[in-house]
C-alpha cells in the first residue's frame, strides 16, 4: 500500500469512446503527477501539478486532458485516443516539487481498440 | 545524453548481497540521487535517495562516489521478492521531473 490509489486498474476503449482515469493520494502532498509507460519503452512524464495548479505538460497531446480539483485528486480525461496510446499509466505524489521523493500508485493498464 | 547510465541485466544468488551500480556523470552538485524498483504489473516502489552521504534504511544501502559520478544500491541480503527493475533516477528540467532511463533488471536466483 503505497497511499496511491488509481482507478481502474484495466480500462478497454475504442477510439471514439470517452473515458477518466482517477487518481487518489492519502499522503498529504502537494504536489501529483501523471506519467506514460510504453511497452520496453521508459516511464515518460506528461503533467505535473503543484498545489493544484498545472507546472509541467510535456507536449501532451490534447486528446489526454488532465484535472486536479484538489492536492488529493487528480483526473486524466480521455478522448479519441489511438492505439498507440495503449500504455500503463501511472500517478505519482511527493510532499514537493524541490527534490522529494514520489510515490506512485499501481497504475492503469489502458488499452485502445 | 543518457542522464543515468546502468547494466541491462544482473543475476545475484538468493541470501547474497546485490550490488546495482549507476553512472550518473552529469548530475548537478545540488541534485539527489533515487532509487526506486518495479515489480511487474506494480508501479515503481520508492527505495531510497541520498546526495552525497551514504545512506542506509531498512530496504537498501546507497553509496555514492565522493566525485558524485556513480553510486551504488545495496541489497543486503538478496531474497527472491527483490526480483525487479531497479531505476536510478535524477531530476532533469524544473517541476520535479525523474528520468526513470532503462533501469537494471535483476533476477534473484534461488
Known amino acids: 500500500e503505497t497511499g496511491v490509489t488509481q482507478t481502474p486498474r484495466h480500462l478497454v476503449m475504442g477510439m471514439t469512446n470517452k473515458k477518466s482515469l482517477k487518481c487518489e493520494q492519502h499522503?498529504?502532498?502537494?504536489?501529483m503527477y501523471w506519467y506514460k509507460q510504453s511497452a520496453k519503452k521508459p516511464l515518460e512524464l506528461m503533467f505535473v501539478?503543484?498545489?493544484?495548479?498545472?507546472?509541467e505538460n510535456n507536449s501532451v497531446p490534447s486528446r489526454f486532458s488532465p484535472e486536479c480539483p484538489n492536492s488529493s485528486h487528480l483526473f486524466l480525461h480521455l478522448h479519441t485516443l489511438q492505439p498507440e496510446d495503449s500504455a500503463l499509466y501511472l500517478c505519482?505524489?511527493?510532499?514537493?516539487?524541490?527534490?522529494?521523493?514520489?510515490?506512485f500508485g499501481d497504475g492503469t493498464r489502458l488499452s485502445i481498440l | 545524453d543518457a542522464k543515468t547510465t546502468q547494466p541491462t541485466s544482473m543475476d545475484c544468488a538468493e541470501g547474497r548481497a546485490a550490488n546495482l551500480p549507476c553512472n550518473h556523470s552529469?548530475?548537478?552538485?545540488?541534485?539527489?540521487v533515487y532509487w526506486y524498483r518495479q515489480i511487474h504489473s506494480q508501479g515503481p516502489q520508492y527505495i531510497i535517495h541520498g546526495l552525497k552521504n551514504n545512506e542506509t534504511n531498512e530496504m537498501a544501502s546507497l553509496i555514492i562516489t565522493e566525485d558524485r559520478k556513480s553510486s551504488t544500491l545495496i541489497l543486503p541480503h538478496a531474497t527472491l521478492r527483490d526480483t525487479a527493475v531497479y531505476y536510478c533516477?535524477?531530476?532533469?528540467?524544473?517541476?520535479?521531473?525523474?528520468?526513470f532511463g532503462t533501469g537494471t533488471s535483476l533476477t534473484v536466483i534461488p
Open positions: 533516477i535524477v531530476r532533469v528540467g524544473s517541476g520535479n521531473q525523474f528520468y
Open positions: 499522503l498529504g502532498h502537494n504536489a
Open positions: 505519482a505524489s511527493s510532499q514537493d516539487i524541490q527534490g522529494q521523493p514520489q510515490h
Open positions: 552529469t548530475i548537478s552538485g545540488n541534485e539527489y
Open positions: 501539478y503543484n498545489f493544484k495548479e498545472q507546472t
